[in-house]
């Protein structure tokens, strides 16, 4: 069974229905337009060259290329949630980078042993898309929860320093505000995750079934993928919280103020 | 109270001390604080008296000066140790909306209790409450529904149940109307060992040194 494939007029002239969010926005003044465009130009242009140089690492298939190309994802990708935290990056760089490292690291573990198992998980066809959707799929959940995490830690001075001023710990005092953080981080990917196959089907088995496989076969990479960035998501960010704020305080146990973005 | 007014140890040193916010800068703080004393800053809002009890705790820094609080100066090394002997008041006494945590005032009571190592007496509880006017009916209501004076209250009963030897009261009377305040006064003079008092108002507490 063949898929069909639309060519670059069909794709061009489709995409002309962005006229009508454009309206729409310059109708109510957002000022967003340009970053809108923007946008779209940028995904444009990654997508084209992921199309091009993943043709060449699936085709080239050389692990040590494979590994420096995960290398960039996840640097990408912690950048990406560090310069979207309201914190400064030197800072918040280190632990989401180490975050990442370790949530990914434990994750594709359990890709390459179990899920793969009799397979190879490290054949780029599997191994690049697979490891783009772990480290995809976490940086919303990463970005809510450090932003979160810091606008807490920011707004709730007067009662966090009260439980220090009565004998607790840093990590008693914050315990609280790591609490919500990591709730506002996963409620929604929560909710997410009972809602695939019910209202939306997620990317993964929608391309496979547009590729011809069999749906009852899609869903199998579908589970996998929903499993697996959700352990990473969540060790990453876990993980990048305990080190961010064990640097984030000063020796009086008070909240360094340079943390934060001007 | 008597016996503790022979020894006149200082509790607490305040030298010369000025903090500074930006552009903002307090005016220079300069006494001392022995054991069994009441001291109330009695001085115009804005003069920085809240920031020097939050220098003393260690939150800001002090531009100048010295704090040297129970003969240890306050910096990285001796705050923990520092903050273990103090009870702070803070003059709104706000807690996080937390999600998991008990909600109650007892759960708050409790939570604080927790962290200072005291165990929970729950009749000294009962016995502070009515000492200070409160319905003991109180202890089941979510804490942040109290007004401010009652949680003002509640912060004094605890600072009288974690017994540390030196109370920063912050304002302790200030959403207190005149009965209440009489009550509040009446509580601190029986139960704080030490205490260093900021209103903007006169207290008449009898033994107490005014500024």
């Known amino acids: 069974m063949n898929s069909f494939i639309p060519d670059w007029t069909n794709i061009a002239i489709g995409s002309l229905m962005l006229f009508v969010p454009i309206a729409l926005f310059l109708r109510a003044r957002l000022g967003l337009v340009k970053t809108l465009l923007i946008s779209i130009a940028r995904m444009g242009v990654q997508l084209f060259l992921v199309g091009f140089y993943l043709k060449y690492l699936i085709e080239w298939n050389n692990l040590p290329l494979n590994i420096l190309f995960l290398l960039f994802i996840i640097i990408a990708g912690a950048h990406t949630v560090g310069s979207r935290s309201d914190l400064k990056l030197k800072f918040i760089f280190p632990p989401i980078t180490i975050g990442f490292f370790v949530g990914y690291i434990f994750s594709s573990f359990f890709f390459i042993f179990a899920f793969f198992a009799g397979g190879d998980f490290l054949d780029a066809r599997y191994l690049i898309p697979i490891s783009g959707m772990l480290i995809g799929n976490s940086l919303t959940s990463a970005v809510v929860g450090i932003r979160s995490f810091f606008k807490n830690m920011n707004d709730n001075k007067d009662s966090r320093n009260y439980l220090i001023a009565s004998g607790a710990s840093l990590k008693t005092a914050t315990s609280e505000s790591f609490q919500m953080s990591i709730k506002d981080a996963f409620m929604p990917m929560i909710a997410n995750i009972s809602a695939i196959g019910l209202i939306w089907l997620p990317g993964t088995m929608t391309g496979q079934i547009i590729a011809g496989q069999d749906p009852s076969d899609a869903i199998k990479y579908q589970i996998m993928i929903v499993v697996g960035y959700f352990t990473c998501c969540v060790i990453t960010v876990f993980v990048s919280l305990w080190l961010a704020r064990r640097s984030a305080f000063d020796d009086f146990g008070q909240l360094k103020t340079n943390v934060y973005k001007v | ?211």
């Open chain 2, 1 to 211: 109270m008597n016996d503790k007014l022979k020894n006149y140890l200082p509790v607490l040193e305040i030298k010369n001390v000025i903090i500074e916010f930006g552009d903002w800068i307090c005016e220079e703080f300069n006494f001392t604080l022995n054991e069994g004393e009441f001291f109330i800053l009695n001085k115009s809002s804005g003069s920085g008296k809240s920031s020097l009890l939050r220098a003393i705790l260690g939150f800001i820094k002090n531009k100048e000066g010295e704090i040297i609080c129970f003969g240890k100066k306050v910096n990285e090394e001796n705050i923990y140790e520092i903050r273990k002997q103090i009870s702070w008041l803070p003059q709104n006494l706000d807690v996080m909306k937390a999600p998991l945590h008990d909600k109650t005032t007892l759960g708050f009571i409790n939570n604080i209790l927790n962290i200072s190592d005291v165990v929970l007496d729950i009749r000294k509880v009962k016995e502070y409450f009515f000492e200070l006017g409160l319905n003991e009916n109180l202890l089941n209501s979510e804490f942040l529904s109290l007004s401010l004076g009652e949680r003002q209250r509640v912060g004094l009963s605890l600072c009288a149940l974690r017994e540390k030897a030196l109370w920063l009261l912050d304002e302790p009377t200030s959403s207190l109307d005149d009965k209440n305040t009489e009550l509040a006064i009446a509580f601190i003079k029986k139960y704080s060992p030490t205490s260093l008092i900021i209103s903007h108002r006169d207290l008449h507490i009898k033994g107490g040194k005014d500024e």
